[in-house]
Nanobody, 125 residues
């Protein structure tokens, strides 16, 4: 799989915003969707959001209930980059955020088991 590189993490106060980026390293993404996951200390990795990638698609999206209305996933096909705009951040959003490639079937995202190094997001109360 094309390596992915996540960036944009940092420390922010509760209620603040951050925008994460996921870029293909040197090539375009190969699968038809990109997803964001996160993993908090001591917890399993969980799905956050996904977007269809193909330029001919309408950019359909899927969100976890915990982030609906607060996070927005978007894509820039020309830049081979997917973004995750996070607003109204909460301390419980603190985690390492990862993106990966996969596919969307209906309203479910299926990601491949190939990950970048992630980017740390810390939300202080």
């Amino acid at each position: 799989q094309v390596p992915v590189v996540e960036s944009g993490g940092g420390l922010v106060q509760a209620g603040g915003s951050l925008r994460l980026s996921c870029a293909a390293s040197g090539r375009t993404f190969e699968q038809d969707a990109l997803g964001w996951f996160r993993q908090a200390p001591g917890k399993e990795r969980e799905f956050v959001a996904a977007i269809s990638w193909s330029s001919w698609s309408s950019g359909s999206t899927v969100y976890a209930d915990s982030v609906k209305g607060r996070f927005t996933i978007s894509r820039d096909n020309a830049k081979n980059t997917v973004y995750l705009q996070m607003s109204s951040l909460k301390p419980e959003d603190t985690a390492v955020y990862y993106c990966n490639q996969g596919t969307i079937v209906g309203d479910t995202y299926y990601g491949l088991n190939s990950w970048g190094k992630g980017t740390q997001v810390t939300v202080s109360s």
